[in-house]
């Protein structure tokens, strides 16, 4: 019978190595029936039909409880560590007459996108390691405790669950789950969390909410992805473009909810003051590193520190408004995207669209920001919107002239007198409205600004504005 077995698991691995487009059957070997072949289901109605419920303890774990590392499971005179190598390795080279020990190769790695030269060594063979797609201790925690002790070795060897990877990111998602962890190079999440869901189902293994979650959300990007096969992982051709997410506290009514890619936080037309904002991006770059970061103008304290991804900037609590706001983009995130944003300001109505870094808003007025609006827009594309008259800065007040300590020798001056304002022009409010018939005229405040009644291109209604 364990002749037969290893026979019949040699067949399945010749078959993948020569045509990775097929599923091999599922068997009794790995512990399922011909029913729960999935080569031509949907990723997404796979994870619908796995059961959910919370990790079990890890209580009783080790290594040894899927058998010996790398055994030659299917008979073939090659270990299991070799057998993934020469899958998922070009230009492979041999250190023996049997083709078994690979000696050097060429790694597309599926986990971060780089090109690894693999070379066998004492030092050097682990740049390259053989990832347990569901790790091993997710598998434990997950149902592997229930299954037979054979069950649980094929786990460990099968190589739907295996793939060849840069050695640095295996150790750093150890036994997590796709909840915890993903690809930094985004363009295998869809094939890495379908195989995942593939694997739970072959061996009835169940998944947490916060797992179904996070694998929902990478198949909605990918929503005819099927599940996977024992071959390499494919790579999407295209990646889920990265998505701004964020919220603001408005006065009164605290808190609101998380909006996206445009749309509006906040309110209009009600006089609240924006308070706080969080914003992040939700959806990771291709092989890209990097985060956003913003910073606030707060009334009383002025700008503060730049804070980023998901952090709150202003206050709550202490009815202070938001005045202006300052966003950017940091790393390779900033290489392939600008960030754009414009705010409602009292008075003043929508502004202009700032980008990457500049001020959004006002200073020196006291006018609160009621509203805001935030994109992120591939390098090289238009603005969303007219990029005018983003920010205000109301005109410093003249400093009133020194008086000098009188002596006996001399008079005292004169304090200086504020200039007056021309008395040919009319004093208004900068900000205020006026009537359609004053249209193009002249005013000035009581500084001796000077003013005219007229729209901009982010307001169409006539104000005094200078």
């Known amino acids: 019978m364990q002749r037969m077995r290893g026979a019949l698991l040699s067949f399945i691995t010749i078959v993948t190595m020569i045509a990775a487009t097929l599923a091999p059957t599922p068997g009794s070997q790995f512990g399922v029936s011909q029913a729960q072949a999935t080569q031509t289901q949907k990723a997404s109605s796979a994870l619908a039909g796995l059961k959910v419920s919370p990790a079990a303890s890890m209580n ?3 290594r040894s409880q899927f058998g010996p590392a790398w055994e030659d499971i299917d008979g073939n005179g090659c270990d299991t560590r070799n057998d993934i190598l020469k ?7 041999y250190l023996d007459a049997g083709k078994c020990k690979v000696g050097t190769g060429m790694l597309n790695d599926p986990y971060t996108g780089k090109t690894i030269d693999f070379v066998s060594g004492a030092t050097t063979s682990s740049d390259v390691q053989i990832d347990h797609v569901v790790a091993l201790g997710d598998a434990w925690t997950t149902g592997a405790q229930g299954l037979g002790e054979q069950e649980r070795e094929d786990l460990a060897n099968d190589p739907l669950n295996l793939l060849a990877v840069d050695g640095s990111a295996n150790q750093s998602k150890g036994d997590r789950d796709a909840s915890q962890w ?3 190079y985004a363009k295998s999440d869809c094939s890495y ?3 995942q869901i593939t ?4 061996y009835g293994l169940w998944i947490t909410n916060s797992e179904k979650q996070s694998m929902a959300q990478v198949l909605a990007s990918c929503p005819n992805e099927p599940t996977a096969t024992a071959g390499s992982l494919s790579i999407s051709t295209s990646a889920p473009t990265p998505s701004l997410t964020y919220r603001t506290h408005v006065q009164t009514y605290g808190w609101q909810g998380w909006v996206k890619d445009g749309q509006i936080s906040g309110t209009t ?3 609240k003051r924006l308070e706080a904002i969080n914003i992040k991006v939700s959806d990771r770059v291709p092989a890209t590193s990097g985060e956003i970061q913003y910073r ?3 009334q009383t304290y002025g700008w503060q520190g730049w804070v980023s991804t998901g952090a709150m900037s202003g206050t709550s609590g202490k009815a202070k408004r938001l005045e202006a706001i300052s966003i950017r983009l940091t790393g390779n995130l900033a290489s392939a995207y600008d960030v754009y944003y414009h705010v ?3 008075h003043f109505g929508w502004l202009g669209w700032a980008r990457d870094g500049a001020d959004a808003g006002t200073t020196g007025y006291s006018y609160r920001l009621e509203a805001i609006q935030i994109e992120l827009i591939p390098k090289g594309s238009a603005a969303p919107g007219s990029t005018a008259d983003s920010f205000r800065q109301a005109p410093k007040k003249a400093t009133p002239a020194k008086t000098t300590k009188p002596t006996q020798a001399s008079k005292p001056a004169k304090p200086r007198q504020p200039s007056k304002p021309a008395a040919s022009l009319p004093i208004k409010k900068s900000g205020a409205f006026c009537k359609a018939a004053e249209k193009g005229t002249k005013a000035q405040t009581s500084t001796g600004v000077k003013l005219t009644c007229t729209t901009i291109s982010t307001d169409n209604r006539l104000r005094w504005r200078h």
């Open 182 to 184: 993903l690809p930094s």
């Open 344 to 346: 409602h300001a009292q």
């Open 296 to 298: 606030t103008h707060v």
């Open 199 to 202: 694997v739970k189902q072959r």
């Open 269 to 271: 037309g009600k006089s």
């Open 193 to 195: 969390v379908a195989r």
């Open 87 to 93: 899958r998922d390795l070009k230009n492979v080279t």
């Open 60 to 62: 009783g774990y080790s």
